[in-house]
């Protein structure tokens, strides 16, 4: 045999040892626009704890900051909540129950996905987020059912399936540890 009638099965030998080597363009593309998605998704879960603690003026004002003895839940809940769940919102608006478990998810799902580390559980708990802002005000505003929290969490789940906390993430690091090993559902 010739050194080119040889090279297909170096090839195949090569893709079976770096899986990631013997992709293709397109799939390094989906990867990397997965990973995108995810460090956005992220910064906009971090980015609402961080503006609702300190209030730095874009969403919450420094008088309405959480440090400064506001509310996170309070204002959305109480003047923004429409429909169905309006009654129920209404009575948890600024309750600090309320406000600590907003708050720890927030941060705890922005600091997952940016990490790229728990993206099920971080899909499950930002999901799960997301669904409850879209019950706040239904109808949505623009759409008769569908808005973009509905479309995040979508976007949450299949985040959490293709495993895109491993490119520009610590994905592959945290699926190494040995609780992660004994239990999958923390990937």
């Known amino acids: 045999m010739t050194a080119t009638s040889n090279q297909p099965v170096a090839r195949q030998t090569a893709a079976a040892a770096d899986p990631v080597g013997a992709e293709t363009g397109a799939q390094r593309a989906t990867r990397y626009v997965f990973a995108g998605i995810r460090l956005a998704l992220g910064w906009t879960f971090l980015w609402a704890f961080l503006d609702k603690v300190f209030g730095f003026g874009f969403a919450n004002e420094s008088k309405a900051a959480w440090i400064n003895g506001g509310s996170p839940t309070k204002g959305f809940l109480a003047f923004g909540a429409e429909g ?48 409850l802002m879209w019950t706040v005000v239904l109808p949505p505003e ?38 992660v090993r004994r239990q999958p559902w923390l990937k």
């Not at 129950?97 to 790229?116: Q, R, S, Y």
């Not at 479309?151 to 993430?169: I, P």
Request: net charge negative.
């Open 142 to 179: 623009n759409n008769p059912f569908l808005d973009e929290h509905l479309v995040n969490a979508a976007l949450l789940a299949g985040l959490a399936l293709v495993g895109a906390g491993d490119t520009w993430g610590l994905g592959r690091i945290w699926a190494r540890l040995p609780i």
């Open 84 to 131: 169905p769940f309006q009654g129920l919102y209404h009575d948890i608006a600024g309750a600090a129950w309320a406000d600590v478990l907003f708050m720890v998810g927030l941060l705890a799902i922005g600091v997952a996905l940016l990490a790229g580390i728990g993206l099920r559980v971080a899909a499950v708990a930002g999901g799960l987020l997301y669904v």
